[in-house]
């Protein structure tokens, strides 16, 4: 039988070292009146993006020569990021509606 000693000593060195990763988080963008809000966010490698389109028309979320998330009417759609970067981003349907997200390495 171990000892509580011998039990809580890895868990200990494990906080202690950071070896406990951080959680990964869902960040919401909202979509109405033909704007992302907000505008910038910030966000760590692995953190999921989801913009939520409240607005009556289609909507992108979309990095030119990137990726592209459709945004149908009352949908929602994501995306994981994938590496610290900054990424600026425009409805292609509405080019004056833009975004940034500021990615950061966990």
Partial sequence: MLSKRHFWAPVVLAVATGAVSAQAETITVTVDKMAF???????????????????????????????????????????????????????????????RIMVAAP
């Fill in 37 to 99: 809000s907000p505008t910038e966010i910030n966000a760590k490698v692995g953190d999921t993006i989801e913009w939520v389109n409240k607005d009556k028309f289609v909507h992108t979320a979309t990095v030119k020569g990137g990726w592209e998330v459709m945004l149908p009417v009352k949908k929602s759609g994501s995306i994981v990021v994938q590496k610290a970067e900054t990424i600026d981003y425009i409805c292609r349907f509405h080019p004056n509606m833009k975004g």
